[in-house]
């Protein structure tokens, strides 16, 4: 479930990307607990970008969050599906979300997504 950033995919560059032109462009938000907390792991979802949460929040916000290829309702309860993809960057963590019909194990990245790569 989690690739080394090199090896990172388009998904995740295309995130970081907006997520790097909304902070220059100071459209970017946090989530409370990172504005006001210590220093914590920053966590990117791919379908926002522009708002950062902390690992708290990413966990609770996975009931409402939607799936990155068709925008409906991913319908993720938990990492044990595996359906969300998750990159580790130097500063934040990205992940994205796929609702069960658009994820498909994609043969070139070698079962990608449940943890056997
Ligand atoms: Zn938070
Ligand atoms: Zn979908």
């Given at each position: 479930m989690t690739v080394p950033l090199r090896k990172a995919a388009k998904w995740q560059q295309e995130t970081r990307a907006r997520m790097l032109a909304s902070q220059a462009d100071k459209s970017c938000t946090w989530c409370v607990h990172l504005l006001h907390g210590g220093p914590r792991p920053v966590v990117v979802h791919a379908e926002h970008p522009t708002h950062l949460v902390c690992r708290v929040c990413s966990i609770a916000a996975r009931a409402q969050r939607t799936c990155l290829?068709?925008?409906?309702?991913?319908?993720?309860?938990?990492?044990?599906?595996?359906?969300e993809d998750v990159c580790m960057g130097p500063v934040a963590i990205y992940t994205r979300l796929r609702c069960a019909a658009c994820h498909r194990p994609d043969p070139l990245a070698g079962a990608f997504g449940n943890g056997a790569s």
């Open positions: 290829d068709c925008g409906g309702p991913a319908g993720s309860e938990s990492p044990a599906d595996g359906r």
